[in-house]
């Protein structure tokens, strides 16, 4: 490693890198302002947006039992004839244009609640299926418009005709490359930055305990390893502290230090995390390698006195300390060990990183499973020379110079290809850098070639050197010390899948390698920052300081825990660099409007625009106002209105009295025996209206048989004659039924007290599945605290009350933990959280909150 690549005692940051595919006019953008993705599984329901859109199964899912509450009102053929229509205007919320569908960008107009439709289309809607419309908003004065096309089609149309639906899905030139990356002129991949945490002190490693809880863990080179949780914000208290033990010095280009943490890949389990440092034994530098375990009271710290050396090598010199720990697939620990120091390798008669009796230029692997007794670790049976008694056991690798940042290749989420490979940045000499790809057994050449040239003539003309070659290495003119990255395995942007994402410490240059599958071979395509208004987006840059020190993966694409037992990792490239005072990270601008675009302004909008990136320190959130929204009245059955293309008057709906009721287990009648649920704003569904449909796919065409008399649509049991069907709503003389009373919804909220009840305060109690538990306060805050008082009427959340203020519910269960929300959602089971039911919290820490109607009313 150069001696210039550590800017110690300098503040330092880390970027989050944000690639903009398309270019300024054309920005597809989903509600929520963040970017379009690709599913990580198949969509069922809104299928045409499988590849490509604004949904995950989850929120597929909220649409589909969205439809199923809408089509309950339903007889046959208005399944028939409208199923297709409902089932597409509710999927175009997955629609990778959904911002532009749902006029969610012009902050002088309110946004959609149901997506822009063309002309022509809307007509035919209209005549099919006219008095649809109130039961899709769920608003009974939209019965007023039904039977006027002009005031219909008035409301319903999208006047720009490129976005409207269904043109925005026939449209070639917004449907081009869905998902790509623009280049320059010069080919160069462009991208933006985001910032992710800041105020570090030279940090050298960020790494995810890959646990989920989504934390990430950044190391600093001074010693320190600070705790993040997923919103951001930094604990203040050091996950580990080692300044104390750790070598360094506070002069620019000192490489020894603290240089790696890599967690236990069953760190939740284990508590186990390893550490790569140099100290000073007697006088004699040396790196080494320790076993931390989670501290028992803490699970944002490592115990300091559980430290447990693994192994320790001898420096003979201050440089090329290597300083990468990473576990494979296989379960063992790979450490990445530099060549010693000084200049050439000069230690021995063929240097020592090709002599296999030293550690030092090597690449070692052990075993560190089940080591609570015995030997700290343990040889793994396959090592390629543990047979050799010339050669160290431990060694899996050699020949390398400075390996500098080494990651896993997830492989290719479908086929897998890659999965399982090493790919590291080993830093030359003085002419090439090189990138490699780690095998068992391999000679990576060092110190008889430097890159695919000759250093060592007289080793390099050996021909029992059988080294391997770089995938690819490049001249000094491009950069001095080269900065292993990660290939891009994510689902935001599908045509970066298998790039390989590194940089250059000196010259700041962010480069790609992409592998041919028919040849094998890499080839190159430099990454440059956006130009013009490509980054001029929120919270977006394109500027950042060239010194990367490291790159990392985040573990935020992670499927969330309370909907499935499948995680599916999403790799996010991040920058650390020395001498700045940020940490950036890719993301693609694609979901972001134009420049020219103003951002809707209002009070909920912000609060979603604010979780576009983590927040960069703890800071307390004000209340937060959420007009309580009146509940809709039910509606009767809606029977189909057939077509008519004459012109006719306006549409006079004709009055019946309910139909009469049939004991059945058919799902169709089994919700229409309870009042009718309220339908969300698009993008802010009801999670728990009605219990998901028993089937996660649909088939629109598989509709109730005429011949069976306990569906509706059988024409004697609704009423109709003669064929005929007709339209009864509410509000337009509709007969008055008896309603039987409303069943306990999942996500319904109480408060609790063990003294004084109190309306407005009291202990977070949540009914989940027939049963009333309490509620942890990690991560509660207070929009989680507006989502509980709006349930309850109140318009302000005052205060949330943490460590079981409010008292401890010892007879209930915990039923919910690390409950995060947007303040949007309508219960805390929309938010994100654990799996019901599983927490790692005690009733010490049952939260409780304070609401009231007015901002400032508590006393």
Request: charged share 25%; net charge neutral.
């Amino acid at each position: 490693m150069n001696g210039v690549r550590f800017q110690a005692l300098l503040q330092s940051c880390w970027l989050l890198v944000f690639v903009s595919p398309w270019l300024v006019g054309s920005h597809p953008q989903c509600l929520d302002y963040k970017p379009p993705f690709k599913p990580p599984e198949p969509l069922t329901f809104c299928t045409e947006y499988s590849q490509f859109g604004c949904c995950d199964s989850e929120q597929e899912q909220l649409i589909m039992r969205r439809y199923y509450r809408v089509m309950d009102f339903f007889d046959y053929s208005g399944y028939v004839a409208c199923g297709k229509y409902i089932q597409s205007i509710l999927c175009q919320e997955c629609c990778p244009y959904a911002a532009h569908l749902y006029d969610a960008e012009d902050a002088n107009t309110p946004m959609r609640e149901l997506p822009g439709l063309c002309g022509e289309y809307c007509t035919d809607f209209w005549h099919r299926c006219r008095s649809t419309l109130s039961l899709l908003m769920e608003d009974d004065e939209m019965i007023e418009i039904e039977g006027d096309r002009d005031k219909f089609c008035a409301f319903m149309e999208l006047k720009d005709p490129e976005y409207c639906y269904p043109n925005v899905l026939t449209n070639a030139e917004l449907n081009a490359d869905l998902g790509a990356v623009r280049t320059d002129p010069e080919g160069c991949l462009q991208l933006c930055l985001q910032e992710v945490a800041n105020l570090l002190r030279n940090p050298v490693a960020m790494v995810h305990a890959n646990d989920g809880t989504h934390r990430f863990f950044i190391a600093e080179q001074l010693g320190y390893v600070w705790a993040y949780l997923p919103n951001g914000s930094r604990i203040d208290k050091p996950f580990l502290n080692l300044t104390k033990a750790v070598l360094t010095s506070p002069w620019a280009g000192d490489e020894r230090g603290f240089l790696c943490v890599a967690f236990h890949p069953r760190f939740k389990s284990t508590g186990k995390a390893y550490v790569y440092y140099s100290v000073s034994v007697k006088r004699e530098e040396r790196i080494r390698i320790s076993e931390f375990a989670l501290s028992v009271n803490d699970m944002n710290a490592l115990d300091p006195a559980s430290e447990r050396i693994l192994l320790e090598v001898v420096e003979p010199a201050s440089n090329h300390n290597g300083g990468q720990l990473l576990f494979g697939f296989d379960g063992y620990l790979y450490i990445f060990v530099g060549d010693g120091g000084k200049a050439g390798d000069p230690f021995g008669e063929f240097g020592n990183a090709q002599n296999k009796s030293s550690l030092l230029g090597k690449v070692l692997r052990v075993d560190v499973d089940d080591n609570s007794s015995g030997p700290p670790y343990r040889i793994p049976p396959d090592n390629p020379f543990v047979t050799d008694p010339r050669s160290r056991p431990e060694i899996y690798a050699y020949g390398v110079r400075n390996m500098w940042r080494c990651s896993v290749d997830r492989g290719d989420p479908l086929t897998r290809t890659g999965r399982g490979r090493l790919l590291c940045g080993d830093v030359g000499q003085n002419k090439f850098e090189e990138v490699d790809i780690i095998t068992k057994g391999g000679n990576y050449g060092w110190r008889a070639k430097e890159g695919f040239s000759c250093y060592d003539k007289k080793l390099c003309s050996n021909s029992s050197l059988d080294d391997i070659l770089p995938i690819f290495a490049y001249p000094h003119k491009l950069g001095k010390s080269v900065t292993g990255g990660y290939v891009y395995r994510g689902c935001e942007m599908p045509n970066l899948n298998g790039l390989y994402i590194f940089g250059d410490f000196m010259s700041g240059r962010l480069m790609s390698l992409k592998e041919d599958p028919a040849t094998g071979e890499w080839h190159y395509k430099e990454i440059c920052m956006g130009k013009g208004q490509t980054c001029n987006f929120p919270k977006t840059i394109n500027t950042y300081y060239k010194y990367i020190i490291s790159f990392a993966e985040d573990e935020a694409g992670f499927l969330n825990p309370p909907k499935t037992t499948t995680a599916i990792p999403i790799t996010t490239p991040i920058l650390t660099y020395a001498n700045t005072t940020f940490i950036n990270r890719f993301v693609t601008t694609s979901s972001y409007p134009t420049a020219a675009t103003t951002i809707r302004g209002t009070a909920a909008t912000a609060v979603r625009l604010s979780t576009t990136t983590a927040r960069l320190s703890v800071v307390p959130t004000p209340p937060i106002y959420f007009p309580a929204k009146t509940p809709t009245t039910q509606h009767p059955r809606v029977i189909y209105q057939p077509p008519t293309r004459r012109p006719e008057k306006p549409y006079q709906p004709t009055i019946r009295p309910p139909p009469k009721r049939h004991e059945t287990t058919s799902r169709y009648h089994s919700l229409a025996e309870t009042e009718r649920p309220t339908t969300p704003r698009p993008g802010f569904h009801e999670v728990t209206a009605m219990p998901p449909p028993k089937t996660q796919k649909l088939n629109v065409t598989s509709v109730p048989k005429t011949s069976d008399k306990r569906v509706k649509g059988h024409a004697e049991e609704l009423g109709g004659s003669n064929g005929q069907t007709r339209v009864n709503k509410k509000g337009r003389g509709a007969v008055q039924t008896k309603v039987r009373q409303r069943k306990l919804k999942n996500g319904a909220v109480r408060l609790g007290s063990d003294g004084e009840k109190l309306s407005d305060r009291g202990r977070v109690e949540i009914h989940v599945k027939g049963e009333w538990g309490t509620v942890c306060d990690d991560l509660f805050d207070s929009k989680a605290g507006a989502v509980v008082c709006r349930q309850l009427g109140y318009p302000f959340v005052l205060r949330v009350a943490r460590r079981a203020e409010m008292g401890e519910g010892s007879n209930l269960n915990i039923l919910l933990d690390d409950v995060k929300c947007e303040g949007t959602e309508k219960t805390l089971l929309e938010c994100k959280r654990a799996k019901i039911g599983e927490h790692n919290c005690s009733h010490k820490e049952d939260v409780g909150v304070v609401c009231g109607y007015d901002e400032f009313e508590e006393e």
